[in-house]
């Protein structure tokens, strides 16, 4: 028997054809519109919208259940997420999340566009990039719990409901952006 | 009147479950599409480079509206069972503020990081990981935010409602403003992309 | 109560009003996903290299049976944290009692602890063999192709053994309606192959072998839907209290973990990715392989926790 030989080789499947770089985003009034028929979809088969800081506040409302589950149902934010005898995770948003992983991986395959990477600007270190990555994570999860939602359950799906308050928020949100881009406009260009 | 199904007992709660993942696909699905899985492509939005975000957003939000209205007004849809997140106008005033500057530090919002993270940015997964420290901070904060909460509560309200104007005039004008808004993005992507150009060259 | 728990089915843990948790899922996981990669390096062993100068095949390296080693280990771990009675486990290997699903498996895992060793005396890691130069020794007989197919042959029967015992445990053990099916053993024997198709696929260095471990995956997977939909239609056929438990998983509590988790995650898009990457229309990534994984873990929770929610009648 031969010896195996452990150096990754770097010859394509036999199959496969050479594989060409990544495909352009579809035009973004076409998702645009995918996005939205999905929406109404969610709108007609369960009466409510998509949803996304919903399902980390279930995350981390269990895995805090799990160190320490008096402090975790008597807290009145991560008690929201724990009452009931369902497991914390079985909750609409976290399943719904676990399809949004799901689905951007399979578009992202067929584009060719899943790659190891870190999105960042030119001239912003790794190191910098991800250190902000992080704080901006968890700017928005604070942002995220004071105004009930986030882009997605907030700005989009109340946005289509005609929702006063997702409409103050959305132009909230864009003018907060705007007036922060400036300042970090050396880490994104 | 049949919709929406699950309000009005067509299937229970573990259907309703399965039908968040189908749904969720399809949300992930064309937030990848558009592209955005990629923080540089969102936060171009704010450099006004690419203003995918704004096109894409209102083409979802006016296409489901829409489809809302019109399923509404054939009497297919009870819209009042559709689930309207109540109205809290400083509190979401002062959330979406963050929320915007979060944005732009962070690259992504919570929906397009887990698309970012499915399709390999290790600073989604970065972000991902920021948001839930960030959301047990907030836990532990949360009695300081109390008075913040519940700053302007107006209950479950609608434009319409406030502006005491009908739901089809609403409706018409924000057609109108995103149509408005489509030609006056592209216009600016148009600017922009000749200036960087100039810049260029000069 | 009397240590005799361990040999006879009548004090069988669930008599004794003793919930299984995760440990029993964990176990049973990681002994069909062991199972698995020994059917898998057994057939490779058996079958040789494939063509003269080809540069070897990973699947029957030693890299495998270390990671078969750690996983079985661990396995026996977990399942040694549910015993009740930590200090009478050798009694297994005094008595050899034939009714006793327990005494069965601590004999199976005597048969496949030295399939595991000899595979990586075989063929061992560098560090190894440097140190120990009676090891370079016996790596000459890797040469021989008697031993080759030999170990090859062993390998496939500890593995069968393993699979199906891990398939039969429930079964054998739990008076419970949700387990009491024929097709239980080999849905659970071919996801064990599965798993362990996944995880060679991702292992292997070789282009070629991670094409057509992918291939065999993909066929594994289709089985594995086909089981679970006999499964399902038979226990929703059979007698009531059986269609009570299939109820679980089609409408019950256990419905939308199975469905998303199991079959949706863990088996429908790992096939639609692995069928797109074969056809050569996507690039082959470790995504589907850890989907697999994933959906394999989750179906021995869904199963050991369903079954325990099943009753032959409500009281």
Known sequence: ??????????????????????????????????????????????????????????????????????????????????NGDDHPLKAWLVFELVGVAIGALVSGLLARRVVRTIERGPRISIAGRLALAFLGGALMAFGAAIARGCTSGQALTGGAMLNLGSWVFMLALFAGAYATAWFLRKEWR | M????????????????????????????????????????LVAQFYLRDLAVFKVMFSAIVTAMLGLTYLA??????????????????????????????????????????????????????????FAVGTLGFAIASPLFDGLLGAGELGPTTLPQALGVPYGVIVFAVVVLAVAGFAGATWIERKMAARDAAAVTR | MSPSEFV????????????????????????????????????????????????????????????????????MLALFLDLAHKPFVWRLYVTMEPRSPMSWGAWILLLVYPVLLTGIALDPPRALRDRVPALARLARYAEDERVRRGLGLASIAAGLALG???????????????????????????SGLSTGAAFAHMASPLAEERHRLARLDNLLIAVELALIALYLIGLASSTEAHAEAAKLLLGGPYTAVFWV???GVGLVAPLAIQALTVAGRIAPTHVAPVLVLIGGIVLRFVLVFAGQASHWSRL
Not at chain 3, 29 to 58: K, N, Q, W, Y
């Open chain 1, 1 to 82: 028997m031969e010896r195996i030989v452990v150096t990754r080789d770097v010859m394509e499947d036999p199959a496969g054809p050479p594989p060409p770089g990544p495909r352009p985003y579809t035009n973004p009034y076409l998702a645009g519109v995918g996005l939205g028929l999905v929406l109404l979809a969610a709108f007609v088969l369960v009466g409510r919208g998509l949803g996304a800081s919903g399902a980390f506040n279930s995350l981390v409302a269990w895995l805090t259940s799990l160190v320490a589950p008096d402090y975790a149902k008597d807290n009145p934010f991560l008690g929201n997420y724990l």
């Open chain 2, 2 to 41: 049949m919709a929406p199904f699950y309000k009005l007992g067509a299937f229970g709660d573990e259907t309703a479950l399965l039908i968040a993942f189908l749904v969720g696909i399809g949300f992930g699905f064309f937030l990848e599409r558009a592209g955005f899985g990629s923080a540089r492509k």
């Open chain 2, 73 to 130: 007004w054939a009497g297919y849809l009870d819209l009042s069972l559709v689930y309207l997140v109540p109205t809290f106008w400083v509190a979401q005033l002062v959330g979406g503020l963050l929320l915007g500057i979060g944005f732009v530090v962070g690259g992504y919002c919570p929906g397009t990081s887990i698309a970012a993270t499915a399709t390999g940015r290790f600073d989604g997964l970065v972000y991902v990981a920021g």
């Open chain 3, 8 to 75: 006879s089915t009548s004090h069988h843990p669930l008599a004794d009003g003793h919930a299984w948790g995760w440990e029993i899922a964990v176990y049973l996981f990681l002994g069909g996903f062991t199972a698995g990669l020994l059917v898998l390096s057994g057939l490779a062993r058996r079958r040789g290299p494939r063509a003269t100068g080809e540069p070897g095949f990973a699947l029957a390296s030693s890299g495998l049976s270390i990671v078969g080693l750690g996983a079985i280990s661990l396995g």
């Open chain 3, 164 to 190: 199906v015992y891990t398939g039969i445990l429930l079964s054998a053990l739990g008076a419970r309606p949700l387990w009491s099916s024929g097709l239980l053993g080999p849905l659970f024997l071919v």
């Open chain 3, 261 to 263: 988790v199991v079959v």
